[in-house]
């Protein structure tokens, strides 16, 4: 089971309980993790199938995902690139063959870019890739699996953001570090996405975060860096569903804390 704080008794409603498909029979709470084929998607993925729910790993190396997730019956691989619109809806129709709605959406898959890449220096070819994963991809993903979502009737999103997109991150935030700038645009407009899709979905019973996983150790030498192991970082990611009602609904959280951005 995925760890909660003592005395935290509140419970999201898909942990709760069972759902009931139309047919009567009964079903576990059902997740969508994209970027789920290492680091803190992988994570999230294997965090969710131990407290109960089945997951589907959206991944662009399948083969590589089933390895990673032998053992873990609850984890099904789907593959996708969440930048090419026909690939996440086929993947999102895929899925709605083996599931009737999908209660949780972990939009995680994203492209970093060099630490030392700035606004003069940018190789904008790279730029345009970086954006249109991060952003667009992260976009289309949401409206891909919005069909699945609504059928939930009290679905989440949680969209994966970063500090190094927001004000709020003293060490790499967007006024404080130069670097990875591509990264951190995109990333300063998937908090506004989220932000954006909140208000517009909270009207149909799905609230939508954005979270931070913190610096995490998902590259080679970023340990070094003071960076977290992914189980922290994909808890991090966790804490709307963690701690249900403790998150404002369209805010940015770390470790389920509000971080400005």
């Known amino acids: 089971m995925m760890a909660r704080n003592e005395g935290d008794t509140a419970q999201h409603p898909a942990q709760d309980r069972l759902f009931e498909r139309e047919s009567g029979v009964a079903r576990m709470p059902t997740a ?7 680091g803190i998607g992988a994570e999230v993925a294997r965090e969710l199938a131990a407290d109960g729910w089945g997951v589907f790993a959206v991944v662009r190396d399948p083969a590589a995902a089933r390895t990673t997730f032998d053992g873990v019956p609850a984890v099904q691989v789907i593959s996708a690139d969440i930048s090419s619109a026909a690939e996440i809806e086929s993947a999102a129709r895929a899925v709605a063959t083996m599931t009737a709605s999908v209660d949780l959406l972990v939009a995680n898959a994203a492209q970093f870019a060099p630490w030392d890449e700035t606004v003069a220096t940018a190789d ?138």
Request: hydrophobic share 45%.
């Open 124 to 261: 904008l070819d790279l730029v345009r890739d970086i954006l249109a994963v991060n952003v667009v991809g992260t976009w289309q993903t949401i409206r891909a699996f919005l069909p699945a979502l609504r059928a939930a009737g009290n679905a989440r999103i949680v969209i994966v953001g970063s500090g190094g997109g927001s004000h709020g991150d003293p060490q790499f935030g967007i006024a404080t570090h130069p670097g990875a700038a591509s990264y951190a645009v995109s990333k300063a407009a998937v908090h506004a996405l989220a932000r954006k899709a909140a208000l517009e979905l909270s009207e149909e019973g799905i609230d939508v975060f954005a979270v931070d996983p913190g610096l995490t150790a998902t590259a080679p030498g970023m340990a070094e860096m003071g960076a977290g192991p992914p189980r922290d970082g994909a808890r991090s990611v966790l804490a709307p569903i963690l701690h249900p009602g403790s998150v404002e609904r369209g805010s940015l959280t770390r470790d389920g804390r509000p971080l400005p951005w």
């Open 32 to 38: 969508v993790v994209t970027g789920a084929g290492r």
